[in-house]
């Protein structure tokens, strides 16, 4: 047993010292695997040399594997060849899907859609057409924010190099039934389309996420309350479901006349197709190799341990691919999978009732994923283990077998009377409803932020000893496991209050504004702006279930991120959607306990929607005018625009002077020439040491007078990359080079934030500027 350990651990070990370097993860993994050498003193000698093997063994694999991770385009190619490789996903106007050139190179694809008729052939697409597909290749992005996710890298991992986005109207396509898996793929893919069709739409995303193993068809308000009440690991095809689908079909083919040990070899055939038409998810491949194993070894009358049988499949597939090892499924997976393969002779002796044991292994599973899970989604759910239990029983006994049932029907009954999708449609729907009602509850989440390596380092410690405590039977685990769950949120939360200095960031909202402010020790948070993203059409066709929300996807990420749970106060320069667009979602998600808004009329419709929206959620409202100003320990605020009666949107910005530890800011929203004039005019002494450049960039704004009284060192502006206002125009930028100002541009080096204390700044630059420069 303990050398499937160590042989797994060490195989770790090499793949992410060749293929990441010396990391935080490299060296918790090597305490963890030098711990369990310990352990063993006596056979130290073997375990040694079966960790250095496998060490050098995997590193040596990791070696090749980024000898091959290599590109055979240059950028330049307008016009690939290449087959269709997955779902073809059609929303709205998007596109999305994955092709395999004729080079045998990976390609994402995404694409605007330009009419309806378009829309209605690219739904005609499958897994296996061939397809001539002309456009323009662009590497991936860098994350442009601090804790963004990093699609380039998630990319990378699959050996993807470019995203083509595609000349739709030129697009030409034809069927292809050559090869084995692309019929599968075919068929998997008409399957799905069948289902969405023919099934409510409430129950539909469900049942292709537990048969077909794809949730992109699940409500989205949906699938977050699952993400975020700990539950989203019922929707992944993991053993549980080939466990169904093998003992049926073992039932069947008996039940055929088909002798034991042929049925036992068909099943070992048919699971890796299983494998193909369930998505292919490491879960799935997990759970599909280890019952081949299982299946295997039952065929010839022999038995084999399961922590053999996951080992065996865990070191198959990284050596397949490496890169796997990266990625959130696969470490939820087999890091579960292992815990409770080791702790389930414990679990069946200890515990006699089947809810006992059901509680054993959730708490367990809960407690290993747990780490893993605050490094991606920042917060945890005090919901979780109690949902888990009532959620498993109802998803693997009634939702599961209805899924399978009704799609088994639905080859040979129409919608109408396939009476497992109508139980679906009655169950789902309602059960979906509560989980949306709870999620919003925010009482019940803890959100910690990014855990720190104290945190974590820590709070890995005392889980694993509590866990060890609780297998040898000690009364006081769960007082570990408490003092666990304490230090990481205590750790987490007590950090910022000790930081004397402040944080000012600028986000990269693209075409938009969005600041952030966290004063010494945190005592307030500020956020100026939430940016906001322009939609053009009202058309029906181009209406996506999926929509960015610049709010939501950068704002309120980032502030999770940070561990922070309150805004106190929130201030929108003026009304037009670049600067409030993401109020809405932030607002949903972040209790915001004041807002500041520019005096004068309010006109526009979302405008007054938005702060209908905010005072029934509590937020207390003020307009706010030349003069306001207030005091937070040593930083002062004040408001030196509007005045109230400007007739322009832009010049009724409210325009904020800053002083923290020292550093004079100056927020000037989107205010131009004339709101400019009237200003220095006001204040002739005005100064500051940063500008936020108005109107990001404008060259109706920034004037040479303003520059000249103002004299800031620093310049901020934010832009959005290529954005057809031409912003900052030239003039603009050239202007505060000439008077040696240094400029900082979002649409040029993303976010970035001004580490500030007495009178020091420090600016720390997102991984987008890095990247760009490697590059």
Known sequence: ????????????????????????????????????????????????????????????????????????????????????????????????????????????????????????????????????????????????????????????????????????????????????????????????????????????????????????????????????????????????????????????????????????????ISLPIYMIIAGGAPSVVRASFMTIVVLLFLRFKQTVPPLISITAVFLLYLALKPFALFQLGFQLSFLTSFVLILSAPIIMN??????????????????????????SFYRFSLLSLLLNLIYIPFISFVVLPLAFLGVLCSLILPSNINLPFLLLEMTVPPVHEWLVRLDGFSLFTVLTGKPNAVALFGSILLFTASILLWEAGKRGWWKLLICGLLWIVISQWAGPFLKKEAVVTMLDVGQGDSFIIELPRRREVYVIDAGGTLHF???????????????????????????????????????????????????????????????????????????????????????????????????????????????????????????????????????????????????????????????????????EAFITQVQPNMGLISAGRNNRFNHPHPEVTERLFDHNIQVIRTDLEGAVQLHLYQEKMKIIFSSYKKAEQQD
Not at 221 to 235: F, K, M, N
Not at 353 to 367: F, G, K, Y
């Open 1 to 268: 047993m303990v050398y499937s350990v160590i042989a797994a651990i060490s195989s770790v070990l090499g793949l992410v010292f060749i293929l990441k370097g010396p990391s935080l993860s490299f060296y918790i993994v090597c305490i963890a695997l030098l711990l369990l050498l310990c352990m063993h003193v006596k056979s130290i000698r073997i375990n040694g040399l079966i960790a250095v093997s496998f060490f050098s063994l995997y590193a040596g694999i990791g070696t090749l594997a980024e000898a091959r991770h290599v590109s055979v385009y240059s950028g330049d190619e307008t016009v690939i060849d290449a087959t269709i490789h997955s779902l073809v996903y059609v929303d709205g106007d998007s596109l999305s899907m994955k092709v395999k050139s004729i080079q045998h190179e990976m390609i994402q694809v995404h694409g605007f859609i330009e009419s309806e008729a378009q829309q209605a052939f690219l739904r005609t697409l499958a897994p296996g057409d061939l397809c001539r597909i002309e456009g323009k290749l662009r590497s991936p992005r860098s994350p442009t924010n601090f804790y963004q996710f990093n699609y380039k890298t998630f990319l990378y991992e699959q050996n993807i190099h470019w995203i083509m986005t595609p000349n739709l109207s030129s697009l030409t396509c034809k069927s292809s039934s050559s090869g084995f898996y692309n019929k599968i793929q075919a068929f998997r893919s008409q399957q799905i389309k069948q289902i969405v069709e023919q099934a409510e739409e409430s129950s539909a995303g469900i049942i292709v996420a537990l048969v077909f193993g794809e949730r992109m068809f699940v409500e989205k308000d949906v699938l977050r309350a699952y993400q975020s009440l700990g539950v989203i690991h019922l929707l992944a095809v993991s053993g549980l479901h080939v466990g169904l689908v093998v003992s049926v079909l073992f039932f069947i083919l008996l039940r055929s006349g088909i002798t034991r040990e042929r049925a036992l070899e068909l099943l070992c």
């Open 350 to 375: 200890r515990y006699s009732h089947n809810i006992a044991r059901l509680a054993a292994v959730t708490t367990l599973a809960q407690l290993a994923s747990l780490p893993l899970i605050l490094l």
């Open 537 to 703: 059409s009202n058309e029906k066709w181009r209406e996506r279930s999926s929509t960015y929300d610049v709010g939501r996807d950068v704002v309120v990420d980032y502030l999770r991120a940070k561990g922070i749970r309150k805004v106190d106060t929130l201030i929108l320069t003026h009304g037009h959607m670049d600067h409030i667009g993401g109020a809405f979602a932030l607002a949903d998600e972040v209790p915001i306990k004041k807002l500041l808004y520019s005096a004068g009329t309010v006109e526009g419709e979302f405008e007054q929607a938005l702060l209908r929206e905010l005072y029934k959620k509590g937020t207390k409202i003020h307009f706010v005018s030349k003069g306001d100003a207030w005091r937070a320990q040593s930083s002062r605020f004040i408001v030196l625009s509007p005045s109230g009666d400007e007739q322009d949107l832009n010049n009724r910005s409210i325009v904020l002077f800053a002083e923290i530890e020292g550093v004079r800011l100056l927020f000037t929203g989107d205010l131009e020439e004339e709101g400019e004039r009237v200003l220095i005019q006001t204040f002739p002494d005005l100064q500051a040491d940063i500008l936020k450049v108005g109107h990001h960039g404008s060259k109706t704004s920034t004037t």
